[in-house]
């Protein structure tokens, strides 16, 4: 499928999130390690021809602004006695069983459990990708259920870039055109978006890689791709399920690192569900959740050792 064809068979406009969903089904990657690791760091060159800079509300990957507090009082997301419940026939499995979380602005914040804790059921109601049996998700103060499908595909489009475990990049598009495709929905001028497609591609260290297929990249190459397509339409907050989970501790270490940075000098709101106690490091606040229920919530000082648990 070219770009134009994948284009016109999302005929939902600025859904990216129902799009990426969707490619869960497409994306089976496997597992690979790599040494790429002193190619490239977001060079400075990049910095001056930084596309996103016209743009009033736009910092992404902008000069270094210091002096970001650890988060603000601004709540980006709320999720209030919040249940999901799956039906598998005549049985019912409670996967959420009544979460109250606020999300701020400006947080790492990184939500922990064992496998089948309920995380990804959970990042998929903070992400607004689904909606909760019980219980009221709010995004940008706004009651999700209250929003049509189309206005909730806007206002999350803006609001959330997803990175996906499996990466979900489109395998027969290239590398650049995986990250043009958010770009695609925005009704923005062509020239612009193919700017900020190369400028992102420049930041993850992956301009010599814009016409390879996914299949053509190493497992961490394409996380990267998957973290620039996440970028592309600057949202305020980055939502990850398990980003390291299919790459090597080396390559998710860079990874990790390129998202703090990104918390750190932009003020991204970046929010990880995870199993991976080594993640914890990088957060500002800690979410456990055991069985649908959050345990215990820890707040932290950024890169504070961690408690033993
Ligand atoms: P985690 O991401 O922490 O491993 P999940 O959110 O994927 O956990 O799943 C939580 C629980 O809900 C698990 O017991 C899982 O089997 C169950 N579950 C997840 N999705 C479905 C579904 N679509 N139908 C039925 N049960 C589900
Ligand atoms: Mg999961």
């Not at 190369?198 to 993850?204: A, H, M, Q, R, T």
């Not at 907050?237 to 501790?249: F, K, M, R, V, Y």
């Not at 270490?253 to 998202?259: A, E, K, S």
Request: charged share 25%; hydrophobic share 35%; with cysteine.
């Amino acid at each position: 499928m070219t770009l134009a064809e994948v284009i016109k068979s999302f005929k939902m406009r600025w859904d990216t999130s129902k799009i990426i969903n969707s490619l869960e089904k497409t994306a089976n990657f496997c597992d690979e390690s790599e040494n790429y690791l002193e190619e490239n760091n977001s060079g400075e060159d990049s910095k001056n021809n930084n596309p996103y800079s016209n743009l009033v509300s736009s910092q992404v990957i902008s000069p270094r602004v210091e002096g970001i507090s650890q988060h603000s009082d601004e709540c980006l997301i709320k999720l209030s006695n919040v249940w999901k419940i799956y039906q598998m026939g005549e049985v019912e499995f409670a996967a959420l069983k009544g979460i109250d979380l606020e999300i701020y602005k400006g947080e790492f914040l990184v939500v922990l459990g064992p496998s089948g804790s309920g995380k990804s059921t959970l990042m998929n109601l903070l992400g607004c990708l689904d909606l909760p049996s019980k219980g009221t998700v709010f995004l940008n103060s706004k009651d999700i259920s209250e929003l049509d499908e189309s206005e909730l595909a806007l206002i999350r489009g803006q609001m959330i870039g997803f990175i996906f475990q499996s990466f979900n990049l489109i395998p027969t598009l290239s590398t650049k055109e995986n990250v043009l495709l958010p770009l695609e929905f925005q009704e923005e001028g062509a020239q612009l978006s193919q700017k900020k497609a190369d400028y992102l591609l420049e930041i993850v260290g992956l301009s010599d890689k814009k016409q390879n297929l996914p299949s053509q990249l190493s497992g961490g190459q394409r996380q990267r791709v998957a973290i620039a397509r996440s970028l592309a339409v600057n949202p305020p907050i980055i939502l990850a399920d398990e980003p390291t989970g299919n790459l090597d501790s080396k390559t998710g270490d860079y990874i990790l690192g390129f998202l703090d940075n990104l918390n750190k000098t932009e003020g991204k709101t970046i929010i990880i569900v995870t199993h991976d106690l080594e993640i914890v490091k990088y957060a500002t606040r800690v979410v456990y959740i055991r069985d649908g229920l959050i345990e215990k919530i820890e707040q932290k000082k950024k890169n504070e050792p961690e408690e033993n648990n």
